[in-house]
């Protein structure tokens, strides 16, 4: 194995794959931080340019992308609430409220040190555990995916800020929203109504910049000092501390976990893995009340999972040839592109590529810290323009960027119209984060909670029969009751804290 | 007053709830699918329904704290008719926006729309306005059109270049 290390280090650290390696870091982080513009799409962009590329070279530069993705995404789910990606809706919470309180450096410096930690560990999970994660991964059938499902939907009691009621309807209605489009077992089409558009379902980065983007922009048109130019920029571009980072570390290596076991997954991805590890921060923070309001945490705990999931997302794909998210697509494509069958063969067949990728993803998530920080300073500072400006140029840079998932108006139309409803959760707080997750999880509940009873002839034993799927089923139970149960004993606290007799308003229930 | 706002928010939930659930049942099914594709929808919208009713009991146990967050609104009086006639004018602009761009091309459409925008939400000077708009027009041209190769709608302004 060492051997082989070696011969990936000699094949990585080539001056020209050390280039297109920045290269690929450098134009993952633009197309992650443009909405529409996933890291997938990225990779697919830069596809074509890679095939004149030595392979070792081509796969570095895409797995480049991907790594730089990931960072970009969530500079402008930081900076403007907008998620590049999917994968950094739940950075949004935390990192534009530090941003708003005018720490925007703080917020990309967690997000940055954090992911590129994430990102490490996947490298060495990836290194180390490639085929024993997949047979874990493997393990997974229908019920245990179902199970997993329902475990990342306990999530919306961390995302309804204390309103539990609200936060649950605004996470069924996510799950409606996951209904429309053609059934994926009879073929039908469901609440589309006739629009061919539809068929295939809601765009998710279109809801998503509605409901995030759009809906943050009308709010602060409504008021027009919800967002004041950054004084004090001393503060705006002040990066994280190491004192900070080190408090951090406890939940940076937590959500690495987290997200190299759910990125090794096929079809979970680094959504559900930073959603989770959100709700795992919050849960078992000495301080959960901070969450949403601009706690550090809760921006560590995302970043770090969903960058976590790049490396152990290649698992599958190297070990069996199984994609199990876009980016694994876009580079299967490359694999094969350049002649190269992924499988097991693979680490015995061409080892320069396979560890050559290894060092690479190392040396990309370097890359990524970087160029991070050498662009941060100038990200924190093109934001702070004045108010007008900076939302006339969100407005058309989310609408452009949604018109560009797949050249369409009617994109850009469901972002818009999902930026009124958004406006209006907003505003009598429901929880437009718990909307995204139930969309984001729906087809995975629903296909994998028909194909189970398919397999039982609907016996709901199944889900409790299977230690993976019982296992997850209690996660679930205690992920629901936790809340709950904190609430009650917080409330129990502050009231033997109050002088007898007095109880305070609007605490009665 | 806000608990009856509760209860209008609660009612609107209910409503599109029962529509989901009746429109779920229009749904066909199959022998070899046990569930089907309308369980998950109406299992939904029951679930929907029921936090609904929830929310509105309690609301009536909250209505005075719902009293104190409607007065904490900085939002009042003239203010406040101000900023939901701007939300109108922001959707009525983009909606045009919408509607403009194929027809008009990117270009065009795009810079007619940031500069009323930017005008709309109140412009702080003449120069900065054409900065911006200019700017960002053209930024986005070359990110999205040129860098990342998307098809922008093409206009008369567009095809004036091209030929």
Redesign the interface.
């Known amino acids: 194995m060492l051997d082989n290390f070696i011969m990936g280090a000699q094949v990585a650290f080539q001056p020209m794959s050390l280039l297109f390696i920045v290269f690929g870091v450098f134009w993952g982080i633009?197309?992650g931080a443009?909405p529409g513009?996933t890291g997938s799409i990225s990779m697919a962009?830069l596809l074509p340019f890679t095939w004149g590329m030595s392979p070792d070279i081509a796969i570095n530069t895409l797995a480049g992308v991907y790594v730089g993705a990931q960072y970009g995404s969530s500079i402008t789910a930081i900076l403007i609430r907008t998620p590049g990606a999917p994968a950094s809706a739940a950075t949004v919470l935390d990192g534009y409220t530090m941003h708003k309180n005018g720490e925007s450096a703080r917020a990309l410096g967690i997000s940055l040190w954090c992911g590129t930690i994430g990102g490490l560990l996947s490298v060495v999970a990836l290194i180390l555990l490639a085929l024993p994660l997949v047979e874990v991964a493997l393990a997974f059938g229908p019920p245990e995916y179902f199970a997993t499902a329902l475990f990342g939907l306990t999530v919306v009691a961390s995302l309804s800020g204390g309103n539990y009621?609200?936060g649950?309807?605004s996470g069924?209605?996510g799950?409606?929203l996951a209904?429309v489009g053609m059934?994926p077992?009879?073929g039908?089409s469901?609440?589309d109504f006739g629009e061919v558009n539809m068929l295939g379902g809601l765009e998710l980065i279109a809801v998503m910049v509605g409901l995030f983007a759009v809906s943050e922009?009308?709010v602060q048109?409504?008021?027009?000092?919800g967002w004041e130019k950054i004084k004090d920029t001393k503060l705006a571009t002040k990066m994280p501390s190491m004192a900070e980072m080190k408090g951090l570390m406890p939940i940076t290596l937590a959500s690495s976990v987290i997200g190299i076991v759910v990125g090794a997954m096929p079809g979970a991805g680094a959504t559900i893995a930073s959603f989770i590890a959100y709700a795992e921060a919050k849960r078992w923070s000495k301080h959960p009340e901070e969450f949403g309001k601009g706690c550090a945490e809760g921006i560590a705990a995302p970043e770090t999972a969903n960058n976590a999931v790049t490396a152990s997302a290649f698992a599958p794909l190297l070990a069996l040839g199984i994609p199990g998210s876009g980016g694994a697509a876009i580079m299967l494509g490359a694999l094969m592109l350049h002649g190269l069958r992924p499988g097991p063969m693979l680490f015995a067949d061409h080892p320069d590529v396979v560890y050559g990728l290894f060092v690479g993803m190392f040396i990309a998530n370097f890359a990524m810290l970087g160029l991070g920080i050498l662009t941060l300073q100038a990200a924190c500072r093109i934001v702070n323009?004045?108010?007008?400006?900076l939302?006339?140029?969100i407005?058309?840079?989310v609408?452009?960027?949604t018109?560009?998932i797949n050249?369409s108006?009617f994109d850009?139309?469901v972002a818009?119209v999902f930026g009124?409803v958004g406006?209006f959760m907003t505003r009598?707080n429901f929880s437009p984060p718990a909307t995204v997750l139930g969309l984001v999880l729906g087809f995975l509940?629903?296909t994998n909670?028909?194909r189970s009873?398919?397999i039982s002839?609907?016996g709901w034993g199944i889900f409790f029969t299977r230690p993976i799927s019982l296992v997850m089923l209690m996660l679930c139970f205690v992920s629901l009751v936790f809340p709950f149960y904190r609430d009650f004993r917080d409330r129990g606290k502050k009231k033997s804290d109050l002088k007898p007799g007095v109880v305070p308003?609007?605490e009665?229930? | 007053m806000p608990l009856l706002?509760?209860i209008i928010?609660a009612l609107v939930?209910i409503l599109f709830s029962a529509w989901?659930y009746w429109?779920a049942g229009f749904?066909?099914?199959?022998a070899?699918?046990?569930?089907?594709?309308a369980?998950?929808?109406r299992f939904?919208?029951v679930?929907?329904i029921i936090?609904?009713l929830?929310?509105i009991v309690?609301s009536y146990?909250?209505r005075?704290?719902l009293e104190?967050d409607e007065e904490a609104d900085?939002?009042q009086g003239a203010a406040r008719m101000q900023?939901?006639l701007?939300?109108l004018?922001?959707?009525v602009l983009?909606?045009a926006?919408?509607l403009f761009?194929?027809p008009l091309g990117?270009t065009l459409s795009?810079f007619a729309?940031?500069l009323l925008?930017?005008i709309l939400?109140?412009?702080?000077s003449i120069r900065?306005?054409a900065i911006?708009?200019v700017g960002?027009?053209i930024s986005?041209l070359l990110?999205?059109g040129k860098?990342?190769?998307?098809?922008?709608?093409v206009g008369f302004v567009e095809q004036l270049i091209l030929h």
């Open positions: 633009i197309g443009l513009i962009l009621i609200r649950f309807i069924l209605f799950l409606a209904t059934d077992f009879v039908s469901r609440f922009v009308l048109a409504r008021s027009m000092s323009v004045p108010q007008p400006y939302l006339a140029a407005m058309a840079l609408t452009i960027g018109y560009s050249n108006i850009v139309l818009m009124v406006y009598y509940v629903e909670l028909r009873l398919m002839d609907i308003a609007g009665l229930l | 706002k509760e928010v939930v989901y429109q749904l066909p099914t199959q070899a699918d046990p569930l089907g594709p369980a998950l929808p939904l919208a679930g929907m936090f609904a929830a929310h309690v146990f909250r005075k704290r104190e900085p939002l900023g939901n701007r939300i004018g922001v959707a983009t909606g926006y919408i761009m194929m990117y795009t729309y940031l925008l930017t939400l109140g412009v702080p900065g306005l911006s708009t960002v027009t986005l990110l999205f860098f990342l190769g998307v098809l922008l709608p």
